[in-house]
């Protein structure tokens, strides 16, 4: 069962949020991309739209002023008829274009902008007395010396005390190319800007309630045709058990239960995942089956073989392992492939005395005990009993490293099982020991062969010291 840690991460990572998020924050980004874009395709073209008008107002302007009597309007200005009427069409001008803030006429100089003409703003700000400076504004100081050379700037904007501006001047020369002076105009770009806000702001506003409605039809649709059941399914398999057969026949039957029907590929997912699931249902009772079978066979098949292959009396390796073993020394060898090995031989001393004396039971009880001593010594090593009284070991990896030690081991564990005159008779071991190393060249039968020597010399220095009951 799912616990309360498991219940709120799904929560975390439910889908139906999920997807309808990436789709919509996608469809947002998009649109956020957009936006900027078209707002400044939208900006440029204001401004040129702006410029082409300031073009057409101050070529109007320059129309009404003769370049020649410049001087004689900054001297007499409004003394002058002709200056007023001037002044006069200038306003008139200026009321045929509700944008524009300011219209000037400047003779440019080192410390600024001399006023020759300077009408009144919408505002009502007093125009510049004729004959009076203005200080250049920051877009106008990179191009001085352009201005004080009747050059024609390009289009300036920025920021003013008045406001956001744009600035056309045209320079207007005398017919023998010398400088008279500029006619400006300025139009106000706040209200272009406020209409650009008032247009972010609007779109931003649309774009966020539809992601919003979108957003929420997205997660029913989503909810209704696919998480829905995903979740379902979810929680029926949370609740499955694969101990029994049992189990798993109520595993199918629990999402069989779900009639999942949907005409999409959720729909054929399911049936898909039910059909999966009954015929892994049936596999696995067939592979349980199939396992108790071979299970059962496999204890039958270790059975015989122990049978086969153990010394009924005392466990360890019988005659047919022993020579299963020689079998497979040897074909190393054909094959280049010899092991590091050793052989040991062993046969016990005084089996037939037992016997004899104390009957066979102590005498499969001497022999038993004896196996147990060599067993205990060579613990990495198979073991066989190749005969009544008769057993080897084939000395493998570490008992072959230590086989110097663990002959002496052995060896004086059966002199002092021997010595011990306290124990009963069939419980003083006794045996003797011969030991071979494998060498090139040799097959095992040759090792066993040298080792078994070696025993028998070690049998007739028993016999020697300690007599023979035979």
């Known amino acids: 069962m799912p616990n309360e840690k498991e219940k709120r991460s799904y929560g975390h990572r439910s889908l139906t949020v999920r997807l309808p998020l990436l789709f919509v924050s996608n469809l947002i980004l998009i649109i956020l991309i957009i936006i900027p874009i078209t707002y400044n395709r939208f900006h440029d073209n204001m401004v040129s739209m702006y410029t082409r008008m300031a073009e057409g107002l101050t070529e109007l302007m320059a129309h009404e002023i003769d370049p020649e009597k410049v001087d004689l309007y900054l001297n007499e200005n409004f003394k002058l008829d002709e200056y007023n ?9 200026k009321d045929n274009y509700p944008d524009v803030m300011y219209i000037y006429v400047y003779h440019f100089e080192k410390e600024g902008g001399r006023v020759i003409f300077d009408l009144e703003s919408d505002d009502g700000e007093a125009a510049g007395e004729p004959g009076s400076i203005y200080q250049y504004d920051e877009a106008f100081k990179p191009y001085i010396s352009e201005l004080m050379s009747g050059l024609e700037i390009p289009v300036t904007m920025g920021m003013t005390p008045d406001g956001y501006l744009l600035t056309y001047v045209r320079p207007i020369l005398k017919e023998n190319g010398e400088y008279a002076c500029h006619v400006c105009v300025d139009f106000s770009m706040d209200a272009l800007y406020k209409k650009n806000v008032k247009f972010i702001h609007s779109v931003f506003f649309l774009i966020l309630l539809g992601a919003v409605i979108l957003l929420i039809y997205d997660i029913l649709v989503i909810k209704q045709s696919i998480t829905g059941p995903i979740k379902r399914m979810i929680d029926c398999t949370r609740d499955f058990r694969y101990e029994t057969e049992d189990d798993r026949v109520k595993n199918v039957q629990s999402i069989e239960e779900l009639q999942i029907n949907s005409k999409n590929e959720l729909g054929e997912l399911y ?7 009954k015929e892994s249902m049936y596999y696995m009772t067939n592979l349980s089956r199939a396992r108790r079978d071979i299970k059962v066979k496999d204890e039958k098949i270790g059975q015989i073989r122990k049978t086969a292959y153990s010394d009924a009396l005392t466990g360890v390796g019988n005659k047919t392992a022993y020579n299963n073993e020689i079998e497979k020394l040897n074909s190393l060898e054909k ?5 590091e090995y050793g052989i040991v031989m062993i046969d016990i001393n005084n089996l037939k005395y037992v016997n004899d004396t104390f009957g066979h039971n102590m005498g499969d009880s001497y022999i038993k005990g004896c196996c147990k001593l060599v067993c205990e010594v060579y613990k990495h090593s198979p073991v066989f009993r190749i005969g009544g009284d008769e057993f080897v070991v084939v000395l493998e990896k570490k008992d072959f490293a230590d086989r110097g030690e663990l002959f002496e081991i052995i060896s004086k564990q059966f002199e002092e099982s021997y010595a011990d005159a306290e124990k009963d008779p069939w419980d003083r071991y006794s045996a003797s020991i011969g030991m071979a190393v494998h060498e090139d060249g040799d097959d095992a039968e040759a ?15 028993f016999k020697k010291v300690n007599g023979s009951y035979r």
């Open 447 to 461: 090792v066993v062969k040298r080792a078994d020597e070696r025993m028998y010399a070690a049998k007739l220095e």
């Open 335 to 339: 094959i280049g492939l010899p092991e």
């Open 85 to 93: 009427t001037i002044m006069s069409r200038f306003y008139d001008l």
């Open 271 to 277: 049936r898909v995942f039910v059909m999966t699931m």
